[in-house]
């Protein structure tokens, strides 16, 4: 990553002051995560007997690079100007804009553009670095291909997110697991994975208990994630717990509630901008007492399981306690 | 391109009904174009001795596809909802949402997210495209980076021309060609010719000959567009001739008219949203007056001449005329 960006902004500097503050702003935004993807990656690359550490190395940080483009576009999508308690890209384009006289609308659609291009540059950067990866030709084709699938998978399972979002209708139960599947398991879980194990020789077998093992670990993962947003400690997640609520954000434990007779006394709630901490803890009640909770909390255990056991079969259930560990100890949003 | 969009969509077709609308949405925002970028890719890669058609279909398939990408995140940056009379992908999933009962920000907010998205799958698709065609390891990488280099330059030039776009201050004439340069010329002409070259076996000699005369051409082709965005017929162009002058590009017009004394009189009508027909037909006038008409020009010309020069020395003089026959016939709106 750091030689990444350090070719990166070499490259940039002749371009503008702009272009080289977008990318001294990208590699920000790429500082500061758990790097849960390059580790998921080595170790399966380690354990199907890969040897070579520039490959690990460079396959790890393609795969950040990666996911710094789809928090970028995130970001974007959902008109986010912080993260990781900082301005993101947008936010501090934005006020690059501001401090130069623009007006708050024509900087903000500043910002956003910013926020566009920076992802273009990320994702374009993580699939050419894909590309450079030493391996033999049936191997590089058959990464690339992973790779396209895998971001191809991934915008379906955003598009389906978002249009959740519009609350036209509350997604079924299996919709949102097909979300977190597609959004999050898919690239953050499977293709490190199955990437690693590519790498260091792996068939087409192993790639397809990986694809399941990452299905389980990230589903579960996801809906750790969900219930933090709604239960977590705020001190101990670094997020408010009322964001959630009042995005309306149509998670695994409201499409639940939203199969009982609770749900008109929940549903109310949901997406108003304004909910107060009072409300939150009236929802918080609701969504316990209606049985969702402990659904949701079952559910992510039985996938935990199903997880570890796919693990122990192909000697990744070290790497697996490890992604379990950092996600009972601080969620998704740190990853 | 249409091997690549049936292969896309039986991909996509097992993912959701949205996401399926999305591909069909992004073949037809690729449909309609006169094909400029294979046109020149074909042609290069004939004239420096190439003879396989389906690696020059490819090449020109993948560039296309680059295109359609940059347009679609264009769209999104200047919040278009409309390209070639027709709704974009924003324009058409937020009628999608709406038709939905989701309400205007939302659904303006979800076409959005669908333009980001179908450009972020377009442009991994050409990245993927032009890493899939047959070549020598060699010939391969250094097509990548010939690819990668220019997708870096056009978010640059992109970021500049929204950057300019603030109105903070009036850029320099000079700036305004970096613009042109960076933004058009890189992508649409000099990549098209140095793509086609290197597949057919060309030198670096020869690739820094073509992005020369990439450069001049593509500027050249952006003058062009300039003087038809404000002197061009609507009929023909297919496009009111008011909207540059509404929206306030900065384009080289207006920079050498901010050296004149007739600056005051113009700059003032500049990004004016409700500007007249009648406003309209003054600031023309002014615009002639001041010299910035004859000089833009004349600039076109010479960098056409050059271009037709350097043209000749590489054999591509017949690419280039039919270049600038389409520029004269159907400005850049149509590429």
Known sequence: MDQFFARARAHAAPLGAEYAALWAAMQGASAGGRRLRPALAAESYRVHGGRDEDVSARLGGALELLHTAFVMHDDVIDHDLRRRGRPNVAGEFGRRARQEGARPPAAAAYGQAAGILAGDLALVGAVVEVASIPAAPATRDRLLDLVHTTIRVTAAGELADVHHGLGSRTPALEETLSVAARKTAAYSFCLPMQAGALLAGAGEDRLAALDELGMRLGVAFQLGDDLLGVFGDEAQTGKSALSDLREGKRTALVAYAATTPAWGSIEKHLGDPLLTSADAATVRM??????????????????????RSLARTVGLDQAVDRVAALAASDPGRAA
């Open 286 to 307: 609701r969504l316990e007492a209606c049985g969702a909770r402990a659904f949701v909390e079952d559910l992510a255990q039985s996938h935990l399981d199903a997880a």
